[in-house]
């Protein structure tokens, strides 16, 4: 992180949190769901579709899911109701999954059967990596009860996300569903690549992998390299907007989806780049995050991973970089 980034970092725990909110405005959609539902219809003129998270913090009891299973029900009416293009992403540990396995199975099992009966997509988010191993195994056994509207996301920069992905492609086959990220969490050296450009690689090369094994594949990166890279390896394939798929096999789609693959962006991120990707036919997806925890979320945020002061300094002081 740099020395402003530093800086930054430094002032958050006595900056107003007024302040920290308005900052926050660009990134988080409002502390309730009619906020979710409000910047979702003033974005429709954007061409875009969207995966809404519910914002909390890490829970220690079991009753601490309740908060979150009920906002999730009222979330998945709530866009049931609409004519939105929109999906949910949630993370499983806010259902419990570091506290009891076969509880939060069973809470997310219902979600996820709640959320099919309105055609709409879950995906469960990836922490940090104590968690990578807990979340694959509660997608393939979301999976094997049936459920084929869930999908996790890979990070690329963990050693593991290669062998993942055959894991993946073996269990679920034409039904995988990916959204590969750079991963946000600073791991060590022993599990993942470290180094921006190591990252950047990793994260193309799972891209490029996910293609050839028939994935649909959500890129989640706002970073030039990795999206060019997809650009470029997705046009050598022959996948492109408004083309039949033509990969054998090629996966099912799932309604609200885009041709085998779309683009994925942070509320807030580079709107420029999205729009000009929708512009030239391809499926954007926005991750619309909302909730009263937005103050502890965006700090948590920063504590785990502090260069993201970086982009939030540039976009203040800068703001013509980083367009909503
Ligand atoms: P960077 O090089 O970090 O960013 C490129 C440029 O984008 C920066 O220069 C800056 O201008 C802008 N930028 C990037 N991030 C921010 C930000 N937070 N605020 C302001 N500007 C920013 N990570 C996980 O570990 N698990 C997940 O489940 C997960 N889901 C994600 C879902 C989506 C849709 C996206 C887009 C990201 C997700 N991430 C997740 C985060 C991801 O792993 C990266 O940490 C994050 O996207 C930054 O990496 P980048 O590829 O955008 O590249």
């Keep these: ?9 430094a002032f958050m725990p006595i900056t107003p949190k007024a302040f920290i909110r308005f900052i926050s405005r660009r990134y988080v959609a409002g502390p309730e769901l009619e906020d979710a539902l409000r910047v979702m219809r003033e974005m429709s003129s954007e061409n875009t579709s969207f995966t809404v998270d519910v914002l909390g913090e890490d829970i220690s009891t079991l009753e601490g899911t309740q908060p979150f299973i009920e906002e999730y029900n009222r979330l998945i009416e709530a866009i049931s109701q609409s004519d939105l293009n929109a999906h949910v992403s949630l993370k499983p540990t806010a259902f419990g999954l570091d506290i009891d396995y ?29 968690h990578t191993e807990s979340t694959l195994k509660i997608m393939e056994d979301l999976y094997s009860e049936g459920h084929l509207n869930v999908g996790v996301v890979l990070q690329g920069r963990l050693l593991r996300t290669n062998d993942d992905l055959l894991r993946i492609a073996e269990t679920m086959g034409k039904h995988a569903d990916v959204r590969i990220c750079k991963g946000i969490y600073l791991e060590p050296s ?135």
């Excluded at 492109?240 to 683009?263: I, L, Q, S």
């Design 1 to 9: 992180m740099n020395l402003f980034g530093r800086v930054i970092m």
């Design 102 to 130: 076969g509880y939060a199975l069973k809470a997310l099992s219902d979600i996820v059967r709640k959320a099919n009966e309105s055609q709409i997509y879950v995906r469960l988010d990836m922490e940090d990596s104590t």
């Design 190 to 324: 022993e599990i993942a690549y470290t180094s921006y450009s190591d990252i950047v690689n990793a994260t193309s090369d799972a891209v490029e992998t996910a293609l050839d094994l028939g994935m649909y594949v959500g890129i989640a990166s706002h970073d030039h390299p990795v999206i060019n890279a997809a650009l470029q390896n997705l046009q050598s394939r022959g996948i492109m907007p408004e083309k039949p798929d033509p990969r054998k096999p090629a996966p099912v789609v799932k309604p609200g989806k885009g041709g085998g693959y779309e683009f994925q962006f942070l509320l807030g991120v580079r709107g420029d780049v999205r729009r000009r990707l929708a512009s030239n036919g391809h499926l954007t997806r926005v991750y619309l995050p909302y909730g009263k925890q937005w103050y502890e979320y965006s700090m948590r945020r920063l504590r785990e991973n502090p260069g993201i002061a970086w982009h939030v300094a540039k976009s203040i002081i800068m703001p013509w970089t980083n367009r909503r």
